[in-house]
């Protein structure tokens, strides 16, 4: 790490995913410091396109934890947030109004989900500035069913992300943080280009540890992109896009007015 940094540069190069809490409680001053940095983050239009959902409800956390992939430190922290990507308050702030708004479509989705996870970052930084450890539950998008009716999500709003929060042990603390690609590595000059076969292993020099690169490779295929969550994270985002589908956006007011 550069001697040069500032305490955000530092902060941010330091942060790694936290999964084992200590007992000591999130006091109620830094959790509000912590929603406040949320809401703090840059938005599309200053809309703030999220709903951001406290879960203290320790049934819930077991739940999440059970829902997610049965990672049972998400029932042991201290604070957890859900940010939804929220198509849906606005709606009812131009009903409010008297207008009539189209219904949302892909495109709003998505912009919604770029504004909960920017909000979710701000969080995550906030945290760590105040020592206490964060981890993304990106699983929180699977078993859509259940999720929604755990967290009465309703019509057009979607979880984006999870974040657990809790102080540190010291493990946890002195634990390595992952190696991160070069600047190089990730960043392509005006325009996307593939990378060669050269650069490719390259790349992943020195991190495939004892095997050869197609060996590791197929290891992290099978363990991620071709794994049961993965899959069932793309069954579940079907279902949550359905009420973004073309042929929905077009059927008209009345259909807004009847969602519950």
């Not at 912009?111 to 450890?133: H, K, P, R, Y």
Request: glycine share 4%; proline share 3%.
């Amino acid at each position: 790490m550069a001697a040069s940094m500032n305490e955000i540069m530092k902060a941010l190069h330091r942060r790694k995913s936290v999964r084992v809490f200590t007992e000591e409680d999130i006091s109620l001053e830094d959790k509000r410091s912590i929603l406040e940095a949320s809401l703090q983050a840059p938005s599309a239009g200053c809309q703030l396109l999220y709903t951001i959902l406290d879960i203290t409800d320790p049934y819930k956390k077991e739940k999440l934890a059970q829902l997610c992939d049965k990672q049972l430190f998400i029932g042991k922290a201290k604070m957890v947030l859900v940010f939804c990507a929220d198509c849906r308050k606005w709606l009812s702030f131009y009903q409010e109004a008297g207008l009539e708004p189209r219904l949302p479509g892909p495109g709003d989705l998505l912009l919604a989900v770029e504004d909960a996870l920017i909000a979710a970052q701000n969080a995550v930084t906030a945290a760590q500035s105040l020592g206490i450890g964060s981890c993304y539950i990106g699983d929180v998008m699977e078993n859509a069913e259940e999720m929604k009716v755990l967290l009465q999500l309703p019509q057009y709003v979607y979880p984006a992300c999870m974040i657990v929060f809790g102080y540190p042990t010291k493990q946890q603390e002195e634990r390595k943080k992952p190696e991160r690609f070069r600047v190089s590595d990730m960043v392509c000059e005006n325009s996307y280009r593939d990378k060669s076969s050269e650069e490719i292993r390259e790349m992943f020099q020195g991190r495939t540890g004892m095997k050869a690169y197609e060996d590791w490779m197929e290891a992290f295929w099978k363990r991620k992109y071709e794994s049961d969550f993965s899959k069932e994270m793309n069954r579940s985002m079907e279902v949550y896009l359905k009420d973004y589908a073309v042929d929905t956006v077009f059927h008209g007011f009345d259909m807004l007015k009847g969602v519950e």
